[in-house]
């Protein structure tokens, strides 16, 4: 008996010491610092771990969004827009169209998007709480995608207007509106990207300087609200950027600051004051900055200035690289397109340009921007022509009207023509300006209109053929 109680202790001793030479051979590779070592704390340690660099907003803080949907989705409507469209001379064929609205007063004043309200005959609004309302449109801008509507009610739900300019990128945010006539939907994502152009809106005096998010948003989530995770509204939802027509990560909005400013306009006037510098501009590029001998790739590059123009009177020349407006960098062309369009004619903006390496100040007023009717001709046609100025009259030794704009699945755009395509002839008539161009095209007798002319940039003279068609 003993025999075996020694033979099981043998046993398990021996196994024990097996595996604790196993997990030995076996245990972790450890590092270890054999020399004392004194750890210096630097300033900018504390400040990282003492909590003082901690943003002074708190438009991100809460991870909760209970708090702000809750404040914001009552504020957010259904929008149903009824097209009539006339067929025949006394028959009329409905169409209808969706998306959302902001209520951003407790009077029923209500902000959404231009393209939701676009062309309609009757305006009719869903409330949060199903009340529904017939809505009159106060005014609309195309340039920048926002509409104001209004309500006759009183003592309604309303979602205050926050700063777009304290977003941060990687900051959260939360878009509500009616996807899919889903009615107060609620998604969430991070701030991706600011003033983003996109170039969706088909306007001359368009300003896109979108606020970028991967918030979920879809058809129907157009004029709906971007809010903080305080509940304050930064932002009017308005497009995405999609191959298969629903969201795919990309969703873009209407800062609030710019809403503001048009909203303004459209309540005290019925429409837009828009101030103007009178530039032309383009983004800094590295080989830009190379060729400037300059040492960052910063700001906006002016290419031309026009005479008689705000610019000019204070003092911007072509070479000029503007820095910032009333002290906020302007780091891109969006960017300072967003600035100037936030401002009315006859403000005055304190200017930062660079000139020849040396930072200069001067100040600027923006001038009244003049808003041209276009003729029916060139609507029908699909396109917009400006005169050349005397500075290109110069350079190409003669006139011409230059193509501004093409409208989508029109007469120009099927004939492949592109944007800043001079034309200098019409049937083989020479033109000087937009008016003899007009004129000749309205003169030709026959079906066909062909219209020669150039690209600054291309060699040789190119046609392009459509047939007239004008009705008149």
């Not at 001793?13 to 610092?33: A, C």
């Not at 157009?222 to 930064?234: P, Q, R």
């Not at 005169?387 to 699945?409: C, H, M, P, W």
């Amino acid at each position: 008996m003993k025999n075996v109680a020694l033979l099981i202790f043998v046993s398990i001793f021996s196994s024990l010491l097996t595996i604790g030479f196993f997990k030995y051979l076996d245990s972790p590779e450890k590092i270890i610092i054999r020399e004392p070592v004194h750890v210096q704390k630097t300033s900018i340690h504390d400040e990282l771990f003492s909590g003082s660099r901690q943003r002074s907003f708190i438009a991100s803080s809460p991870t909760d969004f209970v708090s702000a949907a809750q404040h914001a989705t009552p504020a957010v409507v259904f929008i149903r827009t009824l097209h009539a469209n006339k067929k025949g001379y006394w028959n009329y064929r409905y169409t209808a169209s969706s998306g959302s609205g902001v209520i951003i007063s407790p009077d029923g004043y209500i902000v959404t998007n231009h393209h939701v309200v676009n062309d309609g005959s009757e305006i009719h609004l869903t409330l949060d709480d199903k009340r529904e309302y017939q809505a009159q449109l106060v005014g609309s801008d195309p340039s920048t995608d926002i509409a104001l509507l209004k309500i006759e009610a009183q003592n309604l739900p309303f979602v205050e207007f926050g700063n777009s300019d304290s977003l941060q990128v990687g900051e959260w945010v939360l878009a509500i509106g009616n996807p899919f006539r889903l009615e107060s939907t609620v998604t969430a994502g991070i701030v991706s990207a600011k003033a983003r152009n996109i170039s969706i809106l088909e306007n001359e005096s368009s300003v896109e300087s979108f606020i970028q998010t991967d918030a979920v948003v879809n058809q129907g989530n157009s004029g709906g609200a971007l809010v903080n995770t305080n509940g304050e509204l930064i932002g009017i939802n308005a497009a995405i950027i999609t191959q298969s027509g629903k969201y795919e990560g990309y969703s873009f909005a209407i800062p609030s600051n710019l809403a503001q400013k048009v909203i303004a306009d459209l309540q005290e006037f019925g429409e837009i004051r828009r101030g103007l510098l009178g530039v032309s501009i383009k983004n800094m590029t590295d080989e830009l900055a190379k060729k400037m001998g300059l040492d960052e790739v910063n700001g906006v590059y002016v290419d031309y200035v026009n005479p008689n123009s705000a610019a000019k009177e204070a003092g911007l020349e072509s070479g000029d690289v503007i820095l910032s407006l009333n002290g906020s960098d302007t780091r891109t062309f969006p960017e300072l397109q967003e600035m100037i369009a936030r401002n009315r004619p006859g403000d005055k903006l304190s200017i930062e340009f660079l000139r020849d390496g040396a930072k200069r100040k001067s100040t600027v007023v923006l001038q009244q921007k003049i808003i041209r009717k276009l003729d029916p001709m060139m609507v029908e046609i699909g396109f917009e022509l400006k005169d050349l100025n005397d500075t290109e009259i110069a350079k190409f030794g003669q006139g011409g009207a230059k193509v501004n704009s093409i409208y989508r699945e029109s007469k120009i755009e099927e004939t492949n023509m592109e944007l800043d395509f001079i034309i200098t002839s019409v049937n083989g008539l020479k033109v000087q300006d937009v008016g003899e161009t007009l004129e000749k095209i309205k003169d030709v007798e026959a079906d066909i209109v062909e219209l020669g002319g150039f690209y600054p940039q291309y060699e040789g003279e190119y046609f392009y053929a459509f047939k007239k068609g004008l009705g008149d």
